[in-house]
Every structure is written in C-alpha cells, then in structure tokens.
C-alpha cells in the first residue's frame, strides 16, 4: 500500500518561503515521477510541478524562477521549495505518485500579511 504524507505548511507572509516534504511508502520511489498539485478554495486542483525519476523537471507558468522540486531518493522523499511566496499561493498543496495515481492528505499553505 502506497503512502504519500506531506509536512510542512503553514502560515507565511507575502514573500516568506516555506519548504514542503513528501514521504513516501510502500513503492519503489526512486523509479517513480512524483508531482505537487494544489487547490484554492473554489478552483479546480493544478499541476504545480513535477520531477521524474531522472531528475527532469516541470513547473507551472505561474511559480517559475520561485518554486523549486527536488528528491532525495534515499530517503523516499520529494520536496517542493517555495520562495517569494504571494497571497495568490494559498492553497492545499498534495504531493502525487503518478503511477496508481496516489495521493497525500494534503498541507495547507496559507499567505497572508
């Protein structure tokens, strides 16, 4: 059984930065494209980036040059490091296992002065 569970939420000011973790269980993650989504209250769910097993990378129109992915594959996890955050970033971010499509419970990130 495949477990995906996100830390590292919470409350920023505009400009802040906040670092996301994603562990995960139950599979072979080194071989696995992994992604974080969000969602804003009344918005359909988005792709915010995503990261294969090679290390390829892609973002959103919207976070490029302020978000970075990345993985560390001994340690089954996947991070998503958000920079200069705006209130326009508020949302629950979930971390994505896109073989089975598994997903995590989400963290709510919150910015706001």
């Known amino acids: 059984q495949v477990q995906l569970v996100e830390s590292g939420g919470g409350l920023v000011q505009p400009g802040g930065s906040l670092r996301l973790s994603c562990a995960a269980s139950?599979?072979?993650?080194?071989?696995?494209?992994m992604g974080w989504y969000r969602q804003a209250p009344g918005k359909q769910r988005e792709l915010v980036a995503s990261?294969?097993?090679?290390?390829?990378?892609n973002y959103a129109d919207s976070v490029k040059g302020r978000f970075t992915i990345s993985r560390d594959n001994a340690k089954n996890t996947v991070y998503l490091q958000m920079n200069s955050l705006k209130p326009e970033d508020t949302a629950v971010y979930y971390c994505?296992?896109?073989?089975?499509?598994?997903w995590g419970q989400g963290t709510q990130v919150t910015v706001s002065a």
């Open positions: 994505h296992q896109y073989l089975g499509d598994y």
């Open positions: 990261i294969t097993s090679t290390g390829s990378t």
């Open positions: 139950g599979s072979i993650f080194s071989i696995k494209t």
